[in-house]
Every structure is written in structure tokens, then in C-alpha cells.
């Protein structure tokens, strides 16, 4: 059985009091943090900037899952090497030079990964997807989160299934990450058609009228239901 790999997205958590939060996730056993990485340009949100990040890694040694949204990569994941984190994911659509972002990340000693918008083709992946870690999924236009009218993709299992089969048949163990809207309702078809890496925002993880410890084992109860119904 797939480890199923619980990523809180720290820009669903009280900004205000970060070190309260990040200690809080900690406390109910997360062991990664998702961290937007954001520039304004590729999305209209900029929720943490680098010297806040800088501050976080002294606080924790919780992984750091950093998800680049902007149309520098390079320098971006430049300085999330620096500050030394453990996952680096970059977006398909605002890169030049896959190639190269991927070996600047794993020869740092970083996992690599690559972030796909919901109407980016899987067959794009054909030249790279043995070099990467792990896929990204976005399940909703990425940086909208904020609207919440913006809804899961209607072709969201579809494209995990899709690609599960692309891994399995290339005999690779890439992981599979999705992001947006990854709700208690929705988390068991997710798993079920083969994700094995939640981001978790105010759908799930961070439900307001629930403690963090509550909503964890809410979440954990749709993850098992999603591996019994595919039988893992």
C-alpha cells in the first residue's frame, strides 16, 4: 500500500500567528507543509514571501513542500534551496528549461516535481516524467483559491486515473499530488483513482468549526475509505 502523504497548505493557516499554527500541526503529527510560493504574476495572491520562509525553517523541522507559482523558476528555486527545503515543485506552463530546473533541485539533494494547470495535457510529461518525484495535479486554476465559488475540476479523477496508468505502465513510483479543493467529500475518489499526496486546505484540514486534531481524523476516515473501495 501507497503511503498517503498529508500536505497542509500553510496559506490556510492563521498568518498572523504562524509559529502558533506550524507548532499546532505538529502537535496532531503532520510531517510536511505545503508552502505557496507566489510572485503576483502568475496569480493575483502573494500569501507568504521568501524571508517568512526563511523564518519558518528556523522554527520547524517539518519537510518543507514548496510549490512555485511564478514565471521566474529559476530564481525561485534557487532560494528555497537555500533556505533548505525538501520538495521543489515548478509549474509546466512557465518553464523554458524543465531539464535544467530539475537538475539545479535534485542535485541540491531536493525532490523535484512538476505542477500541471487543470487544461495542461499529461502528454507533456513524455520526455520528463522519469526524472520527477512527483506530479502535481491542480484541480482548480491555481492562486483562485481565495474565490470560493471556483469548484474541482469536473475531470479531476479522470486525469488522476490517467495518469496513475502512465506511471504504472513506465514501471515508475512518482507520486501523485493534488491540489485544489481536495475536500473531506471529495478526498476518497481522489485516493481512489490513485492520489497518494494531499494538499489540504479550508475543505479539509482547516474547516473552521473544527479543531485541527478533529478535522485530521476526518480526513484520515475518507483517505481509508478511498484505499478500501480501490482495494489497497
Known sequence: MKKIVLSPSVMCADLVNLASSVKELE??????????????????????????IKRMREITKLDFDIHIMA??????IKEMLAIGVQNITFHYETSLHIDRYVRLIKDAGARAAIALNPGTSLSVLDAIIEELDMICLMLINPGF????????????????????HMIE?????????????????????????????LVLGSTSLFIKENSLAENRRLVWEAVETGQTLGGQ
Open 27 to 52: 502537535e496532531i503529527g503532520i510531517d510536511t507543509l505545503h508552502i505557496d510560493v507566489i510572485d503576483g504574476a502568475f496569480s493575483p495572491s502573494m500569501p507568504l514571501g521568501i524571508e517568512t
Open 71 to 76: 514565471m521566474n523558476n529559476e530564481y525561485f
Open 145 to 164: 483559491a481565495t474565490n470560493k465559488n471556483e469548484k474541482q475540476v469536473p475531470y479531476a479523477t479522470q486525469k488522476i486515473t490517467k495518469l496513475k
Open 169 to 197: 505502465s513506465k514501471g515508475l513510483s512518482t507520486s501523485i499530488q493534488v491540489d485544489g479543493r481536495v475536500s473531506l467529500e471529495s478526498i476518497a475518489e481522489l485516493v481512489y483513482a490513485g492520489a497518494d499526496n
